[in-house]
């Protein structure tokens, strides 16, 4: 059994531009509906690597169109259950870098700080959920990847070693591979 995690690639509407916290409501909008950035390729080759693997997505634009630039095929499953964990924007009185905000107000979410989205706890939950429904398919397909971000996939990868599948590489960066299995095959990274 094995899966892999990939997270999607740089997307085009990731400035990190000076914004009051309007502005970053905003950044954050445009942030979960852009694709991949033209100048955003992996330096693997997973055509070759991951063709027989189920394939699974989240819908969020970045994962899709990085799925289609890496694997050149249509998903197995797509689901908002993989969408990144969401990225709370609190009105405070302060203009930061957009990076600066998500990192602020994350700080803030993680510690209890609830406004009108998922909360942390709820993030926390669909997480595991998500590991768990990853198990399952890996279970009856054997292989599976999936394209989907960052944090959501910190999150799962401490469900998969509870489960005891072993960690074989890990990368946080976009276009980054994190792959669990259980047994003696090797996963490619």
């Not at 700080?107 to 942390?120: C, D, Q, R």
């Not at 590991?131 to 990847?145: D, H, M, N, P, S």
């Not at 489960?163 to 047994?183: D, N, R």
């Amino acid at each position: 059994m094995q899966i892999v995690l990939v997270r999607h690639g740089k997307p085009e509407k990731s400035q990190n531009t000076r914004l009051g916290s309007a502005g970053f409501a905003s950044w954050v909008r445009n942030y979960n509906h852009s694709m991949v950035a033209n100048a955003s390729r992996p330096n693997m080759v997973f055509t070759d690597s991951f063709d027989d693997y189920y394939v699974v997505f989240s819908d969020l634009p970045r994962a899709v169109h990085s799925c289609e630039i890496a694997l050149n095929k249509s998903p197995n499953l797509t689901s908002a259950l993989y969408r990144e964990m969401d990225i709370p924007r609190f009105k405070l009185p302060f203009t930061l870098n957009a990076w600066t905000w998500v990192y602020v107000n994350r700080a803030l979410w993680t510690v209890g700080k609830t406004g009108p989205f998922e909360s942390y706890r709820q993030a926390k939950t669909r997480a595991k959920t998500a590991a768990k429904e990853l198990i399952t398919i890996a279970q009856k397909e054997g292989k599976v990847i999936v394209f989907a971000h960052g944090y959501l996939n910190l999150h799962m990868r401490k469900h998969f070693r509870n489960y005891g599948l072993k960690q074989t590489c890990k990368s946080s960066q976009y276009w980054g591979v994190t792959a669990f299995e259980s047994g003696s095959r090797k996963t490619p990274c």
